[in-house]
Each structure stands twice: as structure tokens, then as C-alpha cells.
């Protein structure tokens, strides 16, 4: 299966963000996928710290965001919001964000899609930073995530062209 066909088919379950102010904020990026068989990847996680410095400094060169300081962090399923799959919080006045991953030890998908499911998850995330300057309606984020995912996907698959 080609990645384009891995992002279309997760692309529709994508549900819902979070957004508390202008200048901080947080959104989570939303699956609906159901709870992992953890027995096979609990001895061998699939996902590591490398892989999240590598996308961040890629994708953050690529969207500009050079200015801000990004941290990352691959947590539980316990530690985002329920059915998100990342999150990301960030302080506009100190250029600071922070992104959590889901590990994929907890992951529902097939180990060959969870790193480019996580990578899209990076971009998704690095999207709503990219925005976090607009006046945005924290109590309707509808619009604002329809927007991220489409981007988000559209720019994951002008990197996989550009190989
Ligand atoms: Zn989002």
C-alpha cells in the first residue's frame, strides 16, 4: 500500500481539536481507532525519540517555525485526550510548544503505518502552530481542524513525491 492510500484511508477519522486562547493554546489530533493488541509491541516499541527530533527539524525547516522551541515526548494512551492520537500545547509569547505522541506500544494500527501515521500526526501538530498567530475561535475549532487536516495530509504527500 502506498502512504498516500495509508493517509486517505486514516484522513476521514479525524474528529476535533482544542484550543484555550490566542495566545496559548492546545490541540490534539483525534482518531477513532479502537484500543491496540498490545502483546506484540509491548517488548519491541516501534516508534522512538530519534524519529520525533528527525520530523520536528525537518518539518519545522520546511513550515518555517525555526523561531520556536519544540519539545517532544512519546506518551501513553493515558496521557492525551481520550481517542487523540498527539497533542500539542504552546505559549506564543515564549515561542515555546510542547508535542505529545502516542506510543506505539498503545497504537491500533499495523506496525507499517504507525511511523507515517506518527510523522502526519508531527506535521498536523506543526500546522496548528503555524496558525496559532490568527484570531482563531477557541470555541469553535471545527473550521480551523478541517483546515489543519487537509493541509497537513497535502504536505506529508508533496514530501513522499519529492523523494
Ligand atoms: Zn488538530
Not at 4 to 13: E, G, T
Not at 61 to 74: N, V, Y
Not at 132 to 161: C, M, N, Q, R, Y
Request: net charge neutral.
Amino acid at each position: 500500500m502506498s502512504a498516500s492510500a495509508v493517509l486517505l484511508f486514516f484522513f476521514p477519522f479525524g474528529v476535533s481539536a482544542l484550543a484555550e486562547s490566542i495566545s496559548t493554546g492546545a490541540a490534539a489530533r483525534i482518531t477513532t481507532s479502537p484500543p491496540a493488541g498490545r502483546a506484540v509491541l509491548e517488548s519491541n516499541p516501534l516508534l522512538t525519540q530519534d524519529h520525533l527530533y528527525f520530523w520536528i527539524a525537518k518539518w519545522q525547516r520546511r513550515l518555517a517555525l525555526e523561531d520556536w522551541s519544540i519539545e517532544s515526548k512519546i506518551v501513553r494512551v493515558w496521557d492525551l485526550p481520550e481517542r487523540a492520537v498527539a497533542n500539542i500545547h504552546w505559549s506564543l509569547p515564549n515561542k515555546k510548544a510542547t508535542i505529545h505522541v502516542l506510543n506505539s506500544v498503545d497504537s491500533s494500527l499495523h506496525r507499517a503505518e504507525i511511523l507515517k501515521d506518527t510523522e502526519l500526526s508531527i506535521v498536523h501538530e506543526l500546522v496548528h502552530l503555524s496558525m496559532s498567530k490568527l484570531p482563531l475561535d477557541p470555541k469553535h475549532t471545527e473550521l480551523e481542524e478541517e483546515a489543519v487536516k487537509k493541509l497537513s495530509v497535502a504536505l506529508l504527500t508533496l514530501g513522499d513525491s519529492k523523494k
